[in-house]
T-cell receptor, first 112, second 115 residues
């Protein structure tokens, strides 16, 4: 069993839809959670970073962590074609730790 | 902005060849990483380095080695390429500081095909 499971998709939604991307993890020691976004032919880049259970909002993006159920989510409101990318969740035990554990990535397409 | 540059975008090599993948970062980061990315498997860590001439194995080091002679440069070496090493290879760098938001900075990848 992988430490972090993520539905690889692909996921295709119309422009303006609310998108929900999800990961589950198995190790309760994981404390820090990240979402990376990867555009086609590019390397991943950090989108959001969260620590505590609850929600963290940044513009149209909301990261949600539920440590009791070991479940992390990324919501995208008013999705745009420019949001089309692969989204990878990642986690680690120690703040600033060198080794991250990544999910498989979900390929998302927003159709105009 | 941090820039991580991978020397080749595409490489095609033959089975048994020795392959070098080069990566350079310009932000004086202490830590550098090599990942491979495969469909359905996500990013898997091959090796990382936290200082010049220092290295540590990641999750899938078999068949690979690394070299870090200078702080800004981290090389991945496939001693004898095999077809199961066909993949996208991503280099990344990171500051050693344990700050709240010190992300990995990735290069744009090298797509290696071994025939």
């Amino acid at each position: 069993q992988k430490e972090v499971e993520q539905d690889p998709g692909p996921l295709s939604v119309p422009e303006g839809a609310i998108v929900s991307l999800n990961c589950t993890y198995s190790n309760s020691a994981f404390q820090y959670f990240m979402w990376y976004r990867q555009y086609s032919r590019k390397g991943p880049e950090l989108l959001m970073y969260t620590y505590s259970s609850g929600n963290k909002e940044d513009g149209r993006f909301t990261a949600q962590v539920d440590k009791s159920s070991k479940y992390i989510s990324l919501f995208i409101r008013d999705s745009q074609p420019s949001d089309s990318a692969t989204y990878l969740c990642a986690t680690t035990i120690i703040q600033g730790a060198q080794k991250l554990v990544f999910g498989q990535g979900t390929r998302l397409t927003i159709n105009p | 902005d941090v820039k991580v540059t991978q020397s080749s975008r595409y490489l095609v090599k033959r089975t048994g060849e020795k392959v070098f993948l080069e990566c350079v970062q310009d932000m004086d980061h202490e830590n550098m990483f090599w990942y491979r990315q495969d469909p359905g498997l996500g990013l898997r860590l091959i090796y990382f380095s936290y200082d010049v001439k220092m290295k540590e194995k990641g999750d899938i080091p078999e068949g690979y080695s690394v070299s870090r002679e200078k702080k800004e440069r981290f090389s991945l070496i496939l001693e004898s390429a095999s077809t199961n090493q066909t993949s996208m290879y991503l280099c990344a760098s990171k500051t050693a500081l344990s700050s709240y938001n010190s992300p990995l900075h990735f290069g744009n990848g090298t797509r290696l095909t071994v025939t």
